[in-house]
């Protein structure tokens, strides 16, 4: 049947190709009886087979082709959901990032490199570092981000990026901006460059951090630090005995001037509670007192603010015009005085309430954090521990029964530590007559410079009846330290008990002083070489920016305004020269050898340093002549003598406003009738005179005032040697130094230093020549510039070579001498650095030399510590230069250093 059923279907053309016959058999009606009746049966049973055969081919042929098309299908939906499954993944991982990036506190960034950081990229959070969303800024839409930064800060955010392109680093920095709602942020960028595969910098990336918060805090940390070290001070201030108002007034002005108030004030409550009274005062300038209007004020007319006091409570007001109506009368009393922002602190002693210390803000509002107020409630404490000391004390005096003519000082105290008896030579030492220490214990010496630990040690050792033996730091009346070398012993009755502890002190401060003197001798040395290398490289420096500067100067088509900021920042490295110079010449290191010098000169640079030490509230001023005063001496004895007369004038006008004025004049005893101090014989004389309008001293001060470790000055201001060292100085000069004085007049220190004539070879020591570098002829030469320093190298080669030389450059020694040796006859000069690795200018020269010896050399250096004679005479130098140096002053120095000599 089924073979019937495929002979009756239509014939493909297909089956036509596979045999001729086929077509023929299957093309008509498709019946059995129409086959032609001479085919035998085998001939149609071939055709069948054959026919059934092809038709399986069809449906295997069609069967793959379905499969395959099956199977490209399948493949390609595996890949359609493969792609969407990446692009889910990527969407999720863009999502996570802006969820990460959006937590953090800051925002991520991508920008230009232009003046506007036009951004390509910014997080979310951006809305909360800016105030702006990220579409806003994103193009400069509504807002470049460059606007935003604080203009003053714009300067400074472009350079530190450009140069840190220039470096190819990464770069870091703070500024300030300013958000949507107007406010002031301090904002923390890290960053870095992007460039693409041919090294150009395409964009920048990345993180900007609000860092307001974190700085505020951090000036509140640094707030409160600096308010406990005064609260510290003020604490030991009122250990010892002396004036307690004085104190208490310091310490308000102290308090007033840390917390940042216009007033501080302290009240005493008095008469049973029932009156209040301002006993000090303290004001900002600028603020009105209050403390004579605040006297015997009736307590129950400030009901709010007594009840809060009793119960020992803060009266803490941020804004005064929200106190409650239960405390109008207070109100009305704080607007009277214009106070905006007030805190009280209560004062009490073995739990009564004996007053309160007062904070006023009369300018603007304040806000008191809780740990400044918990510091505050210290003070107040404070106070009234002092307070109440200074009401209870009372003096006891007895017999003493002691050797009144010993050189030490002798104290007896009681079991107790009571203090009995004292001789004269305690009196002497500790400055504390013997009514004052009478009745107290040898706490009023105490310095606060030992360890509890050795008090503890002292008197458990004596307790047990052995001897202590040991040294002590102690202060005097005066406030001044000095050291005892003391033995204590212990005295018994008949019975054995202890009834007295009898303590032999010997001052030793002398002694100690001068070991100290040697130590700061030692200090002082370090502190020279340190400033000699400090020098060398700040010199180096200066000499590069000054090159730099000087050659873009050179470009004829710069733009005024760009001449005149260069000349600026070249004016500016002049005052930094001479800021290298003073210190140079305050710090040297060198022999002590006496020899000509003006004086002139030495004095008006010295006070340019001197005035960066002395206050702006006293004013220095100099009358120096204008020729020439010569004296035999030395640049560093003479500023140690300028130093301590000047820091004397200083401390005398203290705290007040005032003025010192210097003059130096010619003295000749011989031509005119003259005072001189009696050691002094006839001659010439260079007078120089400090004069102050300070307190001034008593015939008695003066008498004393040059003698070692006698000093007038308060605690902390000297220790009585200025004067003395100054003394010996003049005198070792051949001079003498007289005081004028009377109280409240001011003092004039006049000092003699004998005048000398001018050095031979002074034309040697200051080589000059009479042809400028702009007037000299430029000649034609090739030169070899010497230094270590590449930014000294190209700055100065740079220069050189605009002026029309030829100038190689080498970074050593080494380097030198391979050049050299190459072609050592066609370099006409040698300009080179003295301090450089592996080999020295000095040594450098000596080996050119050696190969060249007419070749002409100039020494370069930041820093030398040779005298430049020395260099001269003994080394060969044509012409020695101290960087950093003008194109100028190279120029004429090659010039002299070429030209013929005679």
Known sequence: MSCVRIISAPAAPGFE????????????????????????????????????????????????????????????????????????????????????????????????????????????????????RPADLIGNRRMSYGDLI??????????????AISKNLPFEMEYRIVTATGQTRRVWERGRLVRDEHGDLVALEGFIMDQTA???????RRRLLELERMLSRISSSFVSRGNLDAKIRDALRRLGETCGVDRTYLFTIHEGGRRLSNTHEWCAHGIEPQRDRLQNIEASALPWWMSKLRRRENIYLPRVKDLPEAARAERELL???????????????EHRLTGFVGFDAVQHEIDWS???????????????????????????????TAIEQAAEAVMITDPEGVIEYVNPAFEAISGYAREEALGRTPDLLKSGHQPESLYRDLWETIRSGRVWSGRITNRRKDGDLYHEENTISPVRDSRGRVIYYVA?????????????????????????????????????????????????????GLPERLKETIQSLIKSQERATHVVGDLLAFSRRQDEALHPLRLSPLISEHIKLMRRAV??????????????????????????????????????????????????????????????????????????????????????????????????????????????????????????????????????????????????????????????????????????????????????????????????????????????????????????DHAMPEMTGIDLAGRLRALHPDLPVILCSGYLHIDEKQLYEEHGFNRCLRKPVSVNEVVAAIVDSLRPRT
């Open 504 to 556: 032999v002190k010997r001052d030793i401060t002398r002694e100690i002083d001068l070991e100290r003197q040697l130590q700061q001798a030692e200090k002082m040395e370090a502190v020279g070489t340190l400033a000699a290398g400090i020098a060398h490289d700040f010199n180096n420096i200066l000499c590069a920016i000054r090159g730099y500067a000087e050659y873009a100067l050179g470009d004829s």
């Open 17 to 132: 190709a596979v045999s001729g016959v086929l077509s023929r058999f299957f093309s008509g009606t498709g019946s059995v009886a129409a086959m032609p009746q001479t085919t035998s049966y085998m001939e149609h049973t071939y055709f069948i087979v054959l026919a059934t055969l092809v038709l399986l081919f069809l449906v295997l042929y069609t069967w793959r082709v379905n499969h395959r098309l099956r199977t490209f299908l399948r493949d390609r939906d595996l890949e359609v959901e493969r792609r969407r499954a990446q692009e889910a993944a990527a969407q999720e991982s863009e999502r996570r990032l802006d969820t990460l990036l959006g937590n953090l506190p800051g925002m991520a960034y991508r920008c230009r490199n232009d003046r506007q950081w036009t951004m390509e990229y910014l997080s979310h959070g951006c809305l909360e570092c800016t105030g702006y």
């Open 370 to 400: 809780g740990e400044t107020i918990d510091l505050l409630r210290i003070v107040s404490n404070t106070f009234a521990r002092a307070l109440e000391r200074d009401q209870t004390d009372l003096e006891l005096r007895r017999l003493s």
């Open 615 to 832: 206050p702006s509230t006293i004013g220095i001023t100099c009358d120096l002549p204008p020729d020439p005063v010569w004296v035999r001496a030395n640049a560093v004895l003479i500023q140690r003598i300028l130093t301590n007369l000047v820091t004397n004038a200083q401390h005398a006008i203290e705290p007040r406003a005032g003025s010192i004025a210097l003059r130096v004049r010619r003295l000749d005893s011989r031509e005119e009738e003259s005072f001189l101090p009696p050691d002094l014989a006839a001659g010439e004389y260079a007078v120089l005179t400090v004069e102050d309008d300070g307190q001034g001293m008593d015939a008695e001060t003066i008498e004393r005032v040059f003698d070692p470790y006698f000093t007038t000055k308060p605690p902390g201001k000297g220790n009585g040697l200025g004067l003395s060292s100054a003394h010996g100085i003049i005198h070792r000069l051949g001079g003498a130094i007289t005081a004028d004085s009377e109280p409240g007049r001011g003092t004039t220190f006049s000092v003699y230093i004998p005048l000398c004539g001018p050095p031979e070879n002074d034309a040697v020591q200051n080589p000059t020549t009479d042809t400028t570098a702009d007037e000299a002829p430029m000649p034609v030469c090739r030169l070899l510039l010497v230094d270590d320093e590449e930014i000294v190298r190209d700055s100065l080669g740079r220069l050189l070579q605009s002026r029309g030389f030829d100038v190689d450059l080498a970074a050593s020694g080494r380097e030198a001498l391979e050049l050299f040796q190459q072609d050592g006859n066609g370099y006409h000069l040698v300009i080179l």
């Open 214 to 220: 974190r700085k505020e805090a951090e000036d509140e």
């Open 150 to 163: 604080l203009r003053e800060d714009r300067p400074a955010v472009w350079e530190s990026v450009q140069r």
């Open 335 to 349: 607007e009277s005085q214009h106070i905006r922002s007030l805190l009280v602190v209560p004062m009490s002693a």
